[in-house]
């Protein structure tokens, strides 16, 4: 029987394991203000920092940000490139602050499209951060789900050669490890900010059991406040990866 690898109930203690957001309402924060798309993302940061140090003090362990999606590239050429530089400043400015905090950096997504000195600066500081561990930030830059799934399992057939002949060996656990976040933990709340419903090909796979969160705060407006009402909400879910109410409260008794 072919059963998802997502088995076990996680512990919903007060506060999620891993968070995962998508960032989005900066272009129609700025508009709201008569400001140009860019005032949103470079206001955006701000909120990146607030993020960063909530989820850490709160005990968060995994905080994964949406910063910029396979699909952003068709946006106007001088919005890209504010959004590059956006990336290039704050890899240069954040990193002894990260430091400070415990924050582990990883940069995941195809980054072979980014300029080499973005690419060497995101190298650099993965290297820096490498021995922290109180929270592990995650910047998906270039990133799709379905570029995931796709390099996950052209990474495996590399490897297991023998699995294109008989593919009746391929199940969920061996493409798992592939996947450009394996060393962490599935998601357990996504939230996306300005009001759009959708996963916008975010971490696709990994979010099959995630609890979702939408608000209608623009991501330049979020802060502490609006973090702590998303885990208010997490902590009245009751997550049953298909189970029924009954066995979920006969798992959390024994
Ligand atoms: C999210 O804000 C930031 C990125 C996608 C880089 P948007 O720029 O999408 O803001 P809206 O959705 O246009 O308001
Ligand atoms: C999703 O936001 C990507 C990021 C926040 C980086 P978009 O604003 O690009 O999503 P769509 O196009 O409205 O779905
Ligand atoms: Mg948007």
């Known amino acids: ?3 998802s690898s997502t088995r076990e ?3 919903t203690g007060a ?4 968070v995962a ?11 709201a203000r008569l400001l140009p798309r860019t005032a949103g993302h470079a206001k955006g940061v701000q909120s990146v920092r607030r993020a960063v140090e909530t989820c850490g003090a709160a005990g968060v362990k995994y905080l994964t940000l949406f ?9 106007p050429a001088d919005e890209v490139s504010l959004l590059m530089r956006l990336f290039v400043q704050a890899l240069e400015r954040e990193v002894a602050r990260l430091q400070e905090q415990g924050v582990r950096l990883h940069v995941v997504g195809d980054l072979s499209a980014f300029e080499p000195k973005l690419q060497e600066l995101i190298a650099q500081a993965q290297e820096k951060t490498a021995h922290n561990d109180k929270l592990h930030l995650t910047i998906a830059a270039n990133y799709g789900g ?9 990474a495996l057939l590399l490897a297991r050669p023998e699995l294109a002949a008989d593919p009746s060996g391929l199940d969920e656990t061996s493409l798992a490890p592939y996947l450009s976040m394996a060393w962490a933990p599935e998601p357990d709340l996504f939230i996306r900010t300005g009001g759009e419903q959708r996963i916008s090909n ?3 796979w990994q979010m099959a059991y995630t609890e979702l969160y939408f608000t209608e705060c623009y991501w330049p407006d979020f802060g502490e406040e609006e973090l702590h009402k998303s885990f208010e ?11 029924t109410s009954a066995q979920v409260h006969a798992v959390a008794k024994s």
């Open 202 to 204: 975010f971490l696709i």
């Open 1 to 3: 029987m072919a059963i």
């Open 233 to 243: 909400w997490y902590r009245t879910r009751e997550r049953r990866f298909g189970r």
């Open 67 to 75: 910063a910029f999606s396979s699909e952003n590239w068709r946006r």
């Open 146 to 154: 379905r570029w995931d799934i796709l390099q996950a399992t052209r």
């Open 15 to 18: 506060i999620p394991t891993h």
């Open 9 to 11: 109930i996680p512990v």
């Open 21 to 31: 957001i998508v960032m989005d309402g900066n272009g129609r924060w700025a508009h």
